[in-house]
């Protein structure tokens, strides 16, 4: 799903090749991301095996349901480490899956945007959603109401900011008045929004340059049921959907669970990644647990292997 030509990042894409990143633990719990040292290790793994891309998360802590204050799961804070990525890296791009809205003013998420875009020299797309878990809502004390809402109020900001134009909006949270970006982005910054409601589907296809969803094994009816109503969506305004790329964030586990996910085997993600390719995927998130330097080098190998 994509544009023959489109050009991001001031050079082409070449979409003949289906993109392949690695989203990197923040915490010890998630492998061997306890430590920002060891965080870069992998991620300079991940860059020298030929990973397309790397992300992070953006949450402050993940609560169950039946856990007591003092049981969070957590990680280090996501925009940082992507800073610290842009700098320690040469080649992958990164981006986080996903940025909440809700956490930052605006017209400062494009200011930073911008910024860590220049440091990463044209390699960072922007990922944006509402957010969905309450409890780091509540005890960090931003609001959890109207969600949606808040998203498009933002992205209606963000997006003209990135693109060089001054902008004015008054909305119902957000305000700016006469706002630019100075200096100006050196690079356009694609925007890839996280959607799978009707409302957020439909901003998608109004004003992102990428969809994802997650979490997926092989591809199956609920991604063919969300990718049917991107396609809705995108006919609803009036949208060419070959212009839009398509993102799916792919689960692998050592020991699968309950949920879809891959199991952690060359030969079967060889043919996960051809099976989303030849669904028009455009770029898998691949999310591996646990994110190890042994478990990276077998999703490694078949990145390699089925080039």
Known sequence: MHAPGDSRHGRALDFATM?????????????????????????????????DSLWVSDHFFYRAPDAAPGQEDGGHEGWTLLAALAATTTRVELGPLVLATSFRPAAILAKMAATLDDVAAGRFILGLGC????????????????????????LRI???LLRGERVTAGGRWQEVR????????????????????????RLTAELADAWQTAWFGLPDERYRTRHDALLAACAEVGR???????????????????????????????????????????????????????SFDVVLEAIAAAR
Request: net charge negative; no cysteine; glycine share 12%.
């Open 178 to 201: 006469d706002a630019a970006l100075v200096p100006a982005p050196t690079h356009r910054i694609p925007i890839l929004v996280a959607a799978k409601g009707e409302r957020m589907l």
């Open 19 to 51: 993109k392949i990143g690695l989203t990197l633990p923040q915490a010890a719990g998630d492998g061997e991301g306890g430590t920002w040292s060891q965080i870069l290790a992998l991620a300079r793994q991940a860059e020298a095996g030929g990973a």
């Open 131 to 154: 957010g969905w878990h309450e409890p780091e809502y509540e005890a960090f004390g931003y609001p959890f109401d109207h969600r949606v809402g808040r998203f498009e109020e933002v």
């Open 240 to 294: 060419d959907p070959a212009t839009l790329e398509v993102t799916v964030g792919v689960d692998v586990q050592t020991e699968p669970g309950d949920g879809p996910s891959l199991r952690l085997d060359r030969t079967a993600l060889v043919e996960a990644f051809a099976a989303w390719r030849a669904g028009g995927v455009d770029h898998l998130q691949v999310n591996v647990g646990p994110a190890t330097r042994a």
């Open 158 to 160: 963000v997006r003209p």
